[in-house]
């Protein structure tokens, strides 16, 4: 006979299976003894630290380790930026020094500039940077050495690019050209035997015919070690760097331009040895390493247990709120169960782990990967301290500014698309017509920049005094361009933004005054009055089963 107190139902194939375990064998005693207990493990889920502790004595973890984590990471990016920024100073010192060494007459800060107009000056060039180069083991101050491969040393690479066929006659307006381009190479070893000590056309029979002259290239390797690390209590990295002297032609314009390109490639040294005790300090540093790795293991560890239980409770009240109020439950109220917060640790966690593996092989001397290394570090360093603001958050009179970012967020993604279509409209214009008479016009991401910087207010009288007057009708549009862009941004849409977020803010001080807007998850655990000192909270904790498990298991002893 069936119990009257017990409602009996049944599940079809497409029932979800934990609503089906409230269709079985519940009563109204059970349901309302239920309903209790999901709303204080709702208030508990969401409840602040200090709360979680005063209800369960639960210790806040993960503050700690968070708090932890802030003091290690940020020690580990000073120590490896203090040594990034000694790589990147050794690289630009280098390259400044070879544009002295094998750029005739070079002068700082003359890279745009710097270029030949007469054919001696191109020849005279050319021969310089080789000269400069059979003689760098006398004349550098550097610890500059050549390239070896096996026991010889890399030659110098000489290369000219040019028209295959080609009869120019400017004069007779009248021209023949084959536009398929030939190289032509020719090689100076490092140790060529030289009489008279320089090297020139009549040694190397080297001519040119700048009718046909597309590019002339120099090409060679030169290697090199920073030894600025040592003061600093680490093992020196050897340097390999690839020097480009392209003498670009390509515009037949009467003016070469001339450049120097630097690629450089950081190895580990084959055979060192270095007295004192730099190598324990590498120890050490390791060590650290290894213990920011386990700290960000643990809290990875811990706030993936955090989601995962709030996506648990998420489906649990879902399914309850279904089978007892007959509901949907919101969008909205599903995603307060997912904790951005920790999402945006886990991902910090992840980049650290990874940057200090990377960072412990640069230290061992097994990668060079400087930069990469950099990124991920500087990356979670940016978002272990942003995640500090979550613990703010629970104060009232700290929070202000995430739920303002919080609120005014949709909106704002909104205005910044449309803005975003008048912004490339003006990027693309101002990249066509402006671009050959505009030095920060010249590609779009200059426009991009220069653009940006106008919203701001930088820089806009050089942006109109460098507009070139070649052509009146440009000039002319670029004076149009410029007050529409600027009127149109600083006076409309950049108004418009500050006050739409002005008036998200005044709504946010207003609800905090006044009080929030309650969603159907917020009244339901308000139903809850126990505070976390009342004692129910432990009761709750020694019954940890989970709601459905309870069920099933009122219903097998009925």
């Not at 390999?240 to 070469?256: E, M, Q």
């Not at 979670?380 to 970012?405: A, C, D």
């Given at each position: ?38 709303r ?23 503050l ?51 270029a ?22 006398n ?57 008279n ?33 040592v ?51 590498t120890?050490?540093?390791m ?75 640069i ?15 500087g ?34 993604m ?19 017509v ?15 920049e ?43 849409v ?65």
């Amino acid at each position: 006979m069936e119990n009257p107190e017990v409602a009996v139902g049944s599940c079809s194939a497409h029932d979800d299976e934990n609503l089906c375990s409230y269709r079985r064998h519940l009563s109204i005693s059970q349901e309302g003894l239920l309903e209790d207990q999901l709303r204080r493990k709702l208030k508990f889920f969401f409840m602040n630290p200090c709360e979680k502790f005063w209800a369960r004595g639960r210790k806040p973890w993960k503050l700690g380790i968070q708090l932890l984590k802030i003091a290690m990471v940020t020690v580990q990016l000073v120590v490896f930026g203090l040594s990034n920024q000694m790589v990147v100073a050794f690289k630009e010192e280098n390259t400044v020094a070879f544009k002295h060494l094998f750029l005739k007459g070079y002068m700082d800060r003359m890279d745009d500039t710097y270029a030949v107009y007469t054919q001696t000056d191109v020849y005279d060039q050319i021969f310089f940077a080789i000269n400069q180069y059979l003689q760098l083991p006398n004349i550098s101050i550097g610890n500059h050495a050549y390239e070896k491969k096996g026991a010889e040393e890399t030659a110098l690479a000489l290369c000219q690019q040019f028209y295959k066929r080609g009869i120019i006659s400017p004069g007779n307006d009248t021209f023949d050209i084959d536009p398929e381009i030939v190289t032509d190479c020719l090689y100076v070893e490092p140790m060529i035997p030289l009489e008279n000590t320089t090297v020139g056309k009549h040694n190397l029979n080297f001519t040119l015919d700048f009718h046909r002259l597309v590019m002339v290239q120099l090409k060679f390797n030169l290697k090199a070690i920073n030894l600025q690390t040592v003061r600093h209590h680490e093992l020196p990295d050897c340097y390999d760097f690839t020097l480009r002297i392209v003498f670009d032609n390509k515009a037949h314009s009467g003016r070469i331009k001339i450049s120097l390109d630097n690629d450089i490639e950081i190895r580990e040294c084959k055979d060192w040895h270095v007295s004192g005790s730099i190598q324990k300090n590498t120890h050490y540093m390791m060590i650290f390493d290894a213990f920011v790795i386990l700290t960000c293991l643990a809290s990875l560890i811990l706030c993936t247990r955090s989601v995962v239980k709030g996506i648990q409770l998420q489906r649990e009240f879902v399914s309850f709120f279904l089978y007892y109020y007959k509901k949907e439950v919101s969008f909205s109220d599903q995603m307060e169960f997912v904790n951005g917060w920790y999402i945006m640790i886990m991902v910090s966690d992840v980049l650290t782990i990874v940057g200090s593996t990377l960072k412990m092989e640069i230290q061992a001397k097994s990668l060079t990967s400087y930069d990469v290394c950099s990124i991920l570090l500087g990356t979670s360093t940016m978002l272990v301290w942003l995640g500090v603001i979550r613990y703010l958050g629970f104060f009232q009179k700290y929070n202000l500014l995430i739920l303002t970012l919080r609120a005014a967020l949709p909106n704002v993604m909104r205005f910044c698309c449309c803005a975003a279509m008048i912004y490339l409209g003006y990027c693309f214009c101002g990249w066509i017509v402006l671009g050959p008479y505009h030095v920060k016009f010249r590609s779009l991401n200059m426009v991009s920049e220069c653009l940006f910087s106008l919203i701001n207010g930088d820089d806009m009288f050089a942006t109109f005094a460098k507009m070139q007057q070649k052509s009146y009708l440009v000039w002319l549009f670029s004076r149009i361009y410029l007050y529409s862009f600027i009127s149109l941004f600083i006076y409309m849409v950049l108004s418009l933004f500050i006050a739409l977020i002005t008036d998200t803010y005044e709504t946010v001080k207003h609800y905090q005054q006044d009080g929030f807007p309650e969603t159907e998850l917020q009244r339901f655990i308000s139903q809850c009055k126990d505070l976390p000192n009342s004692g129910r909270y432990r009761l709750e904790e020694e019954s940890s089963a989970s709601l459905f498990c309870c069920c099933n298991g009122c219903s097998e002893h009925m």
